[in-house]
């Protein structure tokens, strides 16, 4: 599929996550920042002199502007999109020391009930 992921494997989890969407036990959540680049600039600029350290400020500073944001999404796409699909990272903590690979039909992603059709989409996807 488009998304590099076996569709029946990505069919089950993508449910799971709506319906799990917003429950910390159950689903992974992005939590934004609360403040813009210049509310991180000027809160640099005042702790300046003042034996704090500035370069937290401007690290998030820099990560809430247009090209922090760009380079993030890079990131994402190129090594967290297939770390999440291959080892589940950053997902739930109740799968932590469990098979979870998205490629794994005995994975603890899905029920036994669901592993043919997982095996069948892996098998179609890298056949």
């Known amino acids: 599929s488009f998304l590099l992921v076996p569709y029946h494997s990505w069919r089950i989890t993508h449910s799971h996550h709506h319906s799990y969407t917003n429950c910390v036990e ?3 959540v ?3 920042s609360e403040y813009s680049s210049g509310q991180a600039l000027r809160q640099a600029e005042e702790n300046k002199g003042k ?4 370069s937290h400020a401007l690290h ?3 990560q ?3 090209i922090g944001a760009l ?6 796409v190129v090594l967290g999109w297939p770390m999440y699909l291959m080892f589940n990272l950053w997902g739930p903590s ?3 020391g469990k098979p979870n690979s998205h490629f794994d039909a005995t994975s603890a992603l899905f029920t036994k009930g669901e592993q043919g059709q997982v095996r069948e989409s892996v098998l179609w996807f890298f056949g």
Do not use: C, L, N, V
């Open 26 to 28: 159950h689903d992974a």
């Open 94 to 96: 109740k799968y932590q």
């Open 64 to 66: 809430t502007s247009p």
């Open 71 to 76: 380079i993030y999404s890079i990131e994402i």
């Open 60 to 62: 998030e500073a820099f």
């Open 51 to 54: 034996g704090q350290d500035e």
């Open 30 to 32: 992005y939590i934004p």
